[in-house]
């Protein structure tokens, strides 16, 4: 009967009993062999098995004391998937950039959609600031969100904000739910931060293009 190992570790002591492997190039190379097709295992076994709904956000560049635009993008898993509403907390610097307003994108617009955006400080750190933004679809029957532009996020840039530095704009919270009723979870789903680069004031600013880049 062919012995059962969960790994290659409880391997070892066999290989060295025996003499023809032990001490030798043999036991090395046979080791080595097992370890790389368990790593190669455990490789695909950690990779994404279905492809996700997706919420992104781009990345932008602007000098201090400038006005920049961050888009706010949805990708739908598939096209049979309904998404009717978006809730997201977004983690920033706050002493680095200020959140001035929201702004409707054209796609929302067409599926008679609304948003609602609030900025509260973090608990632990003063500089620390969240962002809560909440998109939903309105009307009867409602309209499901399309894919692409959802939102546009307009921050401010501060005076004293260090030239080469990037602001990160964490996602530390999202979801996402269907037209459903009730609605129902989307799952899964996945998001992407995005970053302001803050430039020098004579540097051309920059938007990055999503679909290019993502």
Not at 18 to 40: G, K, Q
Not at 78 to 87: A, C, K, N, Q, Y
Not at 124 to 138: I, K, M, P, Q
């Amino acid at each position: 009967m062919v012995p059962f190992f969960h790994n290659s570790l409880e391997l070892l002591p066999l290989i060295l009993r025996r003499p023809i492997l032990r001490n030798s190039c043999s036991a090395v190379l046979l080791l080595t062999l097992i370890l790389f097709f368990e790593t190669e295992a455990l490789y695909s076994a950690q990779k994404e098995p279905e492809k996700s709904t997706r919420v992104a956000l781009g990345d932008v560049s602007g000098p201090p004391k400038s006005e920049v635009m961050v888009p706010l993008y949805l990708t739908p898993a598939s096209e049979d998937l309904r998404v009717g509403s978006i809730s997201a907390a977004i983690g920033f610097d706050g002493k680095m950039v200020s959140f001035v307003k929201a702004e409707n994108g054209f796609l929302l617009e067409g599926v008679d959609g609304t948003f609602h955006a609030e900025v509260k400080k973090g608990a632990e750190d003063s500089n620390h600031s969240v962002l809560f933004l909440e998109v939903v679809t309105r009307g009867a029957p409602r309209k499901p969100l399309k894919e692409g532009l959802i939102v546009t996020l307009r921050f401010e840039i501060a005076p004293e904000a260090p030239p080469g530095n990037k602001v990160s704009l964490e996602f530390e919270k999202v979801s996402a739910a269907d037209l459903s009723t009730p609605p129902k979870v989307v799952e899964p789903l996945s998001s992407h931060k995005g970053i302001i680069e803050i430039l020098p004031a004579d540097a051309l600013p920059y938007v990055g293009c999503f679909f290019f880049s993502h």
